[in-house]
């Protein structure tokens, strides 16, 4: 199974979903970014995808939630021992309270791989995240963490909150009402 991703305003993905209703598509965002990702064997239907195989499925995608993806670049000569690490965690992660989903996925081009969880909602993902830190923090003795011998940059995290579609359509009446409240307030000062 593939996955693909692609960023865009709501308004373009939207267009998107409309013009493709045979796909289920997932819509995330956060304050800088909108995403759609989806799961199919066929071709993309972006213009711009980003294209992934999955290889870890645990649990089912929802259409609420809070997403962290986890983007970890993984040298060729590492990327069994990334693949190896990530099936052994995977039961333990979807185990984890609040995590609706976890998909691994390998990059169609390029290096980069994506640990994606959507979690029920930030306040899960927290609580989790303070404990994990607090355990590697306090429950071992201090060593010097060596970066995993599969790495091949710099992993980063990106997080988003899966899209209400009742709370943007709320939105958008309301930029609309404040929209022809200016557009009075003009003709006034006219």
């Known amino acids: 199974m593939k996955a693909y991703m692609t960023n865009g305003t709501l308004d373009h993905l939207e267009k998107i979903a409309e013009n493709h ?14 995403v759609a990702y989806y799961e199919d064997n066929g071709p993309p239907v972006f213009d ?10 645990k649990g089912t995608l929802q259409l609420k ?18 693949e190896s690490e990530y099936q052994d965690q ?3 992660i979807k185990a984890q309270p609040g995590v609706y989903a976890l998909r691994v996925l390998r990059p169609l081009r390029g290096n980069t791989y994506v640990v994606f969880i959507q979690w029920e909602n930030e306040a899960r993902y927290q609580s989790w995240f ?7 923090t306090f429950g071992k003795k201090k060593k010097k963490k060596k970066k ?8 980063f995290s990106t997080k988003y909150t899966m899209v209400d579609w009742d709370e943007v359509y709320q939105e958008r009446i309301e930029e609309q009402n404040q929209t022809e409240l200016d557009e009075e307030e003009n003709n006034d000062d006219i």
């Open 21 to 34: 209703p045979e796909i289920n598509l997932y819509f995330m965002r956060n304050q800088t970014a909108a």
């Open 48 to 57: 711009e995808p980003r294209g992934y195989e999955i290889f870890v499925t």
């Open 65 to 82: 939630g809070y997403v962290v993806m986890q983007h970890i670049p993984v040298s060729d000569d590492g990327k069994p021992i990334f």
């Open 90 to 92: 995977a039961d333990k």
């Open 130 to 136: 303070k404990a994990d830190m607090l355990k590697n």
């Open 148 to 155: 995993p011998k599969y790495r091949a940059g710099k992993p």
